[in-house]
């Protein structure tokens, strides 16, 4: 149980083009969806903390205008990177939690690497 | 920014050995968790141990947590070729719901 898929695994764009990255639970509905991005051999930042049917909460230094996330259901959040440049580049994970309160685990998806050329 | 310091950053092992890795955070947490990343790929959640908890088992999981020094520790005994992964720590500070806080990891390589 706890499964977080994303799609697509990989992409590659040109600069300029948006690209929208899909995150599901599959077997549990998630209150709350996370949006991280990861550098090479480097640590997960969040970026944005988003409740279904609510605004996205971003963090600080995060462009909620260039990164747009949508949650809709509580199945499904989706993330957008409008007019992508090549330092969007990244790794880009999801995770999901089907608890309320405190501090609960977080089960995440597979990544999506998205290049920029 | 990022809270949970992990070290070792690199830790060797031969297969069969333990391997210990430490975290030390800064502020007052709720709970603390470790998570397993295999190269390229999403986070494994391992185990979380909360703040008036002082030590958690699983399977060859052990886990330690010393709130006086802002420091925990997972331990992983017996260790198999297949536990060659990154290991960070994430923190969920007081005050934060479920937000993580994701130490820098350490990477660990299992020899066979």
């Known amino acids: 149980g706890a499964v977080v898929s994303q799609h697509p695994s990989w992409v590659i764009c040109k600069s300029g083009t948006s690209v929208k990255i899909e995150c599901r639970s599959l077997d549990f509905q998630a209150t709350t969806m996370f949006w991280y991005r990861q550098f090479p051999k480097q640590s997960l930042m969040l970026m944005a903390t988003s409740n279904e049917g609510s605004k996205a909460t971003y963090e600080q230094g995060v462009e909620k205008d260039k990164f747009l996330i949508n949650h809709a259901s509580l199945t499904l959040s989706t993330l957008t990177v409008t007019s992508a440049h090549p330092e969007d580049s990244s790794f880009y994970i999801c995770?999901?939690?089907?608890?309320?309160?405190?501090?609960?685990?977080?089960?995440f998806g597979p990544g999506t690497r998205l290049t920029v050329t | 920014s990022q809270q949970g310091e992990e070290d070792p950053q690199a830790l060797s092992i031969q297969e069969g050995e333990n391997a210990t890795m430490n975290c030390s955070y800064k502020?007052?947490?709720?709970?603390l968790q470790w998570y397993r990343q295999n190269s390229g790929r999403g986070l494994v959640h391992l185990i979380l141990?909360?703040?008036?908890?002082r030590e958690k088992h699983s399977g060859r999981l052990r886990v330690t947590l010393d709130t006086s020094k802002k420091s925990s520790s997972l331990l992983i005994t017996a260790s198999r070729a297949a536990d060659t992964a990154s290991y960070f720590c994430?923190?969920?500070?007081?005050?934060?719901?479920?937000?993580?806080?994701f130490g820098k990891g350490i990477t660990l390589s299992v020899r066979p």
């Open positions: 995770s999901a939690t089907p608890f309320q309160g405190l501090g609960y685990e977080q089960y």
């Open positions: 994430a923190t969920v500070y007081t005050g934060a719901n479920s937000k993580l806080t």
């Open positions: 141990i909360r703040s008036n908890e």
């Open positions: 502020t007052s947490i709720n709970n």
